[in-house]
C-alpha cells in the first residue's frame, strides 16, 4: 500500500511539474534554460559523459524527447528512434530478434535496451561508437535503418519553427546544426536511468525480496553470473565471446570488426541484465527467444536446474523498472 | 593598382583579427595562406577526364575531398613551432575550387618549418559531434565505426573488377598500430628563413600529386586495390603514399 502512494504521487510531481514547464514556455523568449540535475543514484560508480559539454536542461531534455519520438528523422517519417527502441520494452524492440527500417528492410543486430548510457564511454554491440552523441548518426545514415542524410535531416527541422524555438531557446541561437541536434538527444538519452526496480528499493532497504527473489539472487551469485554482469548496472561493459557460433547469414564478427584484431572476434558487449524479462529475445542478433534458450545456452559450461532456473527468473523480475518504462516524462510527447 | 588591392586585404585581414582577439592576450596578427593544387602527371587534375597512372591503368575520378588541419610554422632548432589561431581543420573538395585555399591567422615571427595534419587528430574523432569544417554533416564521417574520413577518393576505372569498374578509397582510422593521421612537415633549408611581420601573409603552394597517391611507398594498382573503405593495414599504407603527394612548391611574403 505504502508504496502504491509512493508511486502515485510521484507521477503527479512529474505531471504538475511538465504542467509548470508548459506553462513556462509561453515566455521563455530570450531567457535561459532551466538546468536540470542528472539523477545518479546512490553509491553508484561515477558516470562517464562529459556533462559540461553538454549541461543538462529541462528544455534540452524535452527537445531530446521530442526528437527522439520524430519521424522526420528517418527519410520516409516512419522510422523515429522509438520505432525500434520502444519505451514500453524498456527501449529495445519488443519481442523483435532485428528490427524493422527504411523500405522493408530488416537490421543486422537486434535494438539495443536504452538505459544508464551516462555510465557507458563506447556505444552498440560492438563499442564502435565512441560518444554517446555520435551514435544517432549512425541508424539515422544506415540505409537498412532510417536510412536519411544529417543534411536533409537538418533542413526538415529548420523548415519547422516550433524545432528553430526550441533550439534557440535551449542553445542561445535558432542555428540547428549536427551537433546541436545530437547533444538534444543525449540530454533526452542520459535520462533513461534505470535505478528504480524493485532489486534496488530492496538494496536501498526500502523494500524485502519474496523467498523465491531472495533464493534467486543467491543463486545469480553463486553461479558468478556477476562476474560479467556486475551490479550495479549488471554488465561489467566488456567484451566477451560467450561461445555462440558465427550466423553465417549475418557474418557478424562483433568486436572484431571494429579493432581489426583476431583475438577480438565474435565478441560483443555484456549486455545489462536490467529490464532483462522486457527485452526478449536475447543476443546480440536476438537468436534466443526465451530466458530457458538463455539457461540451456550457459547450462552447458554451468549447469543449471529446473528449479534453479525458475528461481533465477524471479529474481530477474525483480530487476524490471517500471518507473524507467511507465514514465510518462518519458514518453512520447506528442 | 594591383598593389592598392593586395593593401586592402590586408587591412580586412587586419580587422578582422583585431575583432577576434578582444579575449586573447597577444593576437596573432600575420596570416598563414594554403593553395593546394592537385595535379597529375604535372598538370592540373581535372574531375571526369580520363587519365593514366604509372602502372599504365586508365582512370577518371569523380570525387577527391580531404581534411587538412593544424597548421603551424616552427623553427627547426628550437623546435618551437607556432598553431595557427583559425579553424583548426580545412575540408577541401575538388569539385569546389575555391575550398582549395584558405587562409588562416598565426603569430608573426621568424620561421623555417611548416607542418600540418594530413586528417584529423585522434582526440576530435572521438569527442562528441564537432562543427564547420569537421561536422559529420559533410560526409566525411564513418557513423557506425567512430572516426573521420580524412581522405576521399572515388572514380572509375575500366581495370577495377568492381560494379560499373568503380574504385574507391575512404582513407581514415586513429586507433594504433594502423593511425592514417599523418604529420606533413616542410622545412626551409638553412641559413633562410621566413621572417613574417605583422600584418603579412605567408602563402603556400602545396601540390597534391596523384602520381604519387598511386605510386609512393605502397604501389597502389587499381587492378589489385580497387577498394579501401576501413580502417586498417592497408588504410594506413595508402596514407603514407597520400602523406607522399603532398608537395610544397612555393611561397612567398606579401
Given at each position: 500500500m505504502r508504496v502504491r502512494t509512493i508511486i502515485v504521487s510521484l507521477v503527479w510531481g512529474i505531471l504538475s511539474g511538465s504542467f509548470l514547464l508548459s506553462c513556462k514556455k509561453t515566455d521563455t523568449v530570450g531567457k535561459s534554460p532551466v538546468p536540470l540535475s542528472f539523477p545518479k543514484p546512490a553509491g553508484w560508480p561515477d558516470t562517464k559523459y562529459d556533462f559540461s559539454q553538454n549541461p543538462l536542461t529541462r528544455e534540452g531534455f524535452e527537445l531530446g524527447r521530442k526528437l527522439f519520438f520524430d519521424g522526420r528523422l528517418s527519410k520516409d517519417g516512419n522510422f523515429p528512434c522509438a520505432s525500434c527502441h520502444q519505451p514500453f520494452a524498456a527501449f529495445s524492440t519488443y519481442?523483435?530478434?532485428?528490427?524493422?527500417?527504411?523500405?522493408?528492410?530488416?537490421?543486422?543486430?537486434?535494438?539495443?535496451?536504452?538505459?544508464?548510457?551516462?555510465?557507458?564511454?563506447?556505444?552498440?554491440?560492438?563499442?564502435?561508437i565512441a560518444n554517446l552523441d555520435l551514435q544517432p548518426l549512425a541508424p539515422i545514415t544506415a540505409p537498412n535503418e532510417m536510412a536519411e542524410t544529417i543534411p536533409s535531416v537538418l533542413e526538415k527541422l529548420s523548415a519547422d519553427p516550433d524545432y528553430v524555438q526550441q533550439f534557440k531557446v535551449v542553445f542561445g541561437s535558432p542555428e540547428i546544426t549536427t551537433a546541436r541536434m545530437t547533444k538534444a538527444l543525449s540530454q533526452y538519452m542520459l535520462m533513461l536511468v534505470s535505478a528504480s526496480s524493485k532489486y534496488d528499493r530492496v538494496k536501498a532497504g526500502k523494500d524485502v525480496f519474496t523467498e523465491n527473489e531472495a533464493a534467486g539472487y543467491a543463486i545469480f551469485l553463486k553461479k558468478n553470473c556477476n562476474s560479467c554482469h556486475a551490479e550495479p548496472l549488471f554488465t561489467d561493459l566488456s567484451y566477451r565471446d560467450d561461445g555462440l557460433p558465427l550466423n553465417s547469414s549475418l557474418n557478424d564478427v562483433g568486436r572484431m570488426r571494429i579493432t581489426g584484431k583476431?583475438?577480438?572476434?565474435?565478441?560483443?558487449?555484456?549486455?545489462?541484465?536490467?529490464n532483462i524479462l522486457l527485452t526478449k529475445p536475447y543476443m546480440h542478433d536476438g537468436r534466443m527467444v526465451s530466458l530457458d534458450a538463455v539457461y540451456d545456452h550457459y547450462s552447458k559450461k554451468n549447469p543449471l536446474s529446473s528449479v534453479e532456473r525458475g528461481l533465477l527468473t524471479e529474481f530477474f523480475r525483480s530487476l524490471t523498472d517500471s518507473s524507467l518504462v511507465e514514465n510518462p516524462a518519458l514518453a512520447d510527447p506528442n | 593598382m594591383k598593389k592598392t588591392y593586395i593593401l586592402l586585404m590586408v587591412g580586412l585581414g587586419f580587422f578582422s583579427a583585431c575583432q577576434k582577439e578582444a579575449s586573447v592576450e597577444s593576437p596573432p596578427t600575420a596570416h598563414l595562406e594554403v593553395r593546394i593544387h592537385p595535379e597529375i602527371n604535372g598538370e592540373p587534375l581535372q574531375l571526369n577526364v580520363p587519365y593514366t597512372n604509372g602502372f599504365g591503368e586508365s582512370f577518371t575520378v569523380t570525387t577527391i575531398k580531404f581534411y587538412t588541419g593544424q597548421f603551424s610554422l616552427g623553427d627547426q632548432l628550437s623546435g618551437s613551432s607556432e598553431l595557427s589561431a583559425?579553424?583548426?581543420?580545412?575540408?577541401?573538395?575538388?569539385?569546389?575550387?575555391?575550398?582549395?585555399?584558405?587562409?588562416?591567422?598565426?603569430?608573426?615571427?621568424?620561421?623555417?618549418?611548416?607542418?600540418?595534419?594530413?586528417?584529423?587528430?585522434?582526440?576530435?574523432?572521438?569527442?562528441?559531434?564537432?562543427?564547420?569544417?569537421?561536422?559529420?554533416?559533410?560526409?566525411?564521417?564513418?557513423?557506425?565505426?567512430?572516426?573521420?574520413?580524412?581522405?576521399?577518393?572515388?572514380?572509375?576505372?575500366?581495370?577495377?573488377?568492381?560494379?560499373?569498374g568503380k574504385f574507391e578509397y575512404h582513407i581514415g582510422g586513429f586507433q594504433s598500430p594502423n593511425s592514417s593521421i599523418r604529420l606533413f612537415i616542410a622545412n626551409?633549408?638553412?641559413?633562410?628563413?621566413?621572417?613574417?611581420?605583422k600584418g603579412k601573409t605567408?602563402?603556400?603552394?602545396i601540390v597534391y600529386s596523384l602520381d604519387n597517391f598511386f605510386n609512393s611507398s605502397f604501389p597502389l594498382r587499381i587492378s589489385e586495390t580497387p577498394v579501401c573503405t576501413t580502417p586498417g593495414e592497408l588504410s594506413s599504407a595508402i596514407a603514407n603514399n597520400i602523406a607522399a603527394a603532398f608537395q610544397v612548391t612555393n611561397f612567398e611574403i606579401k
Open positions: 519481442e523483435h530478434d532485428l528490427s524493422h527500417g527504411f523500405n522493408n528492410q530488416f537490421t543486422t543486430r537486434n535494438a539495443t535496451a536504452l538505459f544508464n548510457l551516462a555510465w557507458q564511454t563506447e556505444m552498440h554491440h560492438d563499442g564502435g583476431k583475438e577480438d572476434s565474435l565478441k560483443f558487449r555484456v549486455p545489462s541484465l536490467r | 583559425g579553424e583548426p581543420y580545412f575540408l577541401s573538395d575538388l569539385s569546389t575550387p575555391s575550398t582549395l585555399s584558405f587562409s588562416t591567422p598565426i603569430k608573426p615571427g621568424t620561421y623555417n618549418q611548416l607542418s600540418f595534419l594530413i586528417g584529423v587528430d585522434s582526440a576530435r574523432n572521438v569527442s562528441g559531434v564537432q562543427s564547420g569544417a569537421l561536422d559529420p554533416a559533410n560526409g566525411m564521417f564513418w557513423t557506425w565505426n567512430s572516426g573521420y574520413i580524412y581522405l576521399k577518393m572515388e572514380g572509375n576505372s575500366p581495370v577495377s573488377n568492381q560494379p560499373n626551409l633549408s638553412a641559413p633562410d628563413q621566413w621572417e613574417l611581420a605567408i602563402s603556400f603552394d
